[in-house]
C-alpha cells in the first residue's frame, strides 16, 4: 500500500468539524429522544494491501445469531470493562471475529460516531493490516470474511438510498452492493462517511 494512499487516509480522518452520523440520517424529521443512553462501541475499518488493490476486510454474520444474522458488518462491538475505549474494544473485536492479531494492525485514527437505532454509539477506527494473515472466523458468530475493493466503497457514485418498513414505518438507508454482497444500514453509511471525507464532498445524495 503506497504512502500517499496512506497520507490521504490520515489527512481525511483528521479533517475538521463534527461529521457524526446515525441511523436515522435520511430521516429529517425525525426528533431522538432527549436524555437517551447510547452505549459505547468501536468497529475496525481494517485495509490490506493486494495484488489488485488496497480492499476493506468485511464480516458476513452467521445466520443463526438472534440480531442481524447474516448482515454484512465490521469486526467490533461493544466496549467492555476491561477494555480502555472503542479503539481497544474493535483491536480486541477483530481478533477474536477473524482472527486479526493485534500487532498486525497500524490504526491510522477514527470516523466520527455513529449512532444506532439499536441504541449504540459506534466508533469507526480505521487501520491497515500490515501484512497477509490467517483467517480465523469466530464459530457461530462469523459466517464467512470477505474483502471489497477500497476503490469501490470510496465511490460515492456506488451508493445508494433505499426503504424497506421497519416497525411499522418506512425507514430509508444507504447500500453500498458489491457481488453478491448487500452491504447496507450501518455498515454502509459509515463507508460513506469514509468516501465523503476521502473525496472532500460531504453533500448530500440526490
Do not use: C
Request: proline share 9%; aromatic share 6%; net charge neutral.
Amino acid at each position: 500500500m503506497g504512502p500517499e494512499l496512506t497520507q490521504q487516509l490520515v489527512a481525511a480522518l483528521g479533517r475538521s468539524g463534527d461529521g457524526s452520523s446515525s441511523d436515522f440520517d435520511l430521516h429529517p424529521g425525525l426528533t431522538l429522544p432527549v436524555g437517551r443512553k447510547l452505549r459505547p462501541a468501536g468497529v475496525l475499518i481494517p485495509i490490506q494491501a493486494g495484488a489488485e488493490g488496497p480492499s476493506v476486510i468485511l464480516t458476513k454474520r452467521s445466520s443463526a445469531l438472534k440480531h442481524h444474522p447474516g448482515q454484512i458488518a465490521f469486526p467490533g462491538g461493544k466496549v467492555d470493562q476491561g477494555d480502555t475505549g472503542p479503539t481497544e474494544a474493535a483491536l480486541r473485536e477483530a481478533w477474536e471475529e477473524i482472527g486479526l492479531p493485534l500487532a498486525n494492525v497500524s490504526v491510522l485514527g477514527t470516523l466520527p460516531p455513529h449512532e444506532t437505532v439499536t441504541g449504540f454509539t459506534v466508533t469507526p477506527v480505521v487501520a491497515l493490516v500490515r501484512q497477509e494473515f490467517h483467517l480465523n472466523p469466530e464459530p457461530g458468530e462469523v459466517e464467512e470474511v470477505f474483502a471489497v475493493p477500497l476503490s469501490h466503497l470510496l465511490n460515492l457514485r456506488n451508493f445508494r438510498i433505499e426503504g424497506r418498513r421497519w416497525r411499522g414505518q418506512r425507514r430509508n438507508y444507504y447500500t453500498v452492493p458489491y457481488g453478491p454482497y448487500y452491504i447496507w444500514g450501518a455498515t454502509a453509511r459509515m463507508l460513506r462517511g469514509l468516501a465523503e471525507r476521502m473525496s472532500h464532498d460531504t453533500r448530500p445524495s440526490d
